[in-house]
């Protein structure tokens, strides 16, 4: 009698036993550089052009509250 009867399954192979177990891996690895990818890693896009757009709305935020300080200092000199 086999020794698989008794629970009536055959014995897992080394290959499948293998695919099994580095499955998860092989796929989160693969997202985790989909991700990083989408991120940024030579892209177009993603977050360091999410940054420099970021950036440059701050320079600009800047500009504009120096230009306020500047305008609401010339009248309250007048004053």
Known sequence: ?????ANNQPPDSPLMTALITW???IF???????FMRR???GSKGGYREYMR???EKI?????????IA???????DKE
């Open 53 to 55: 757009i970021s950036q």
């Open 28 to 34: 989160l690895v693969g997202l985790w550089v989909f």
């Open 39 to 41: 991120m940024g890693w």
């Open 59 to 67: 320079v600009q935020i800047e500009q504009h509250l120096a230009d």
């Open 1 to 5: 009698m086999p020794a698989f009867a």
């Open 23 to 25: 499955a998860p891996v």
């Open 70 to 76: 500047h305008s609401l200092k010339r009248i309250a």
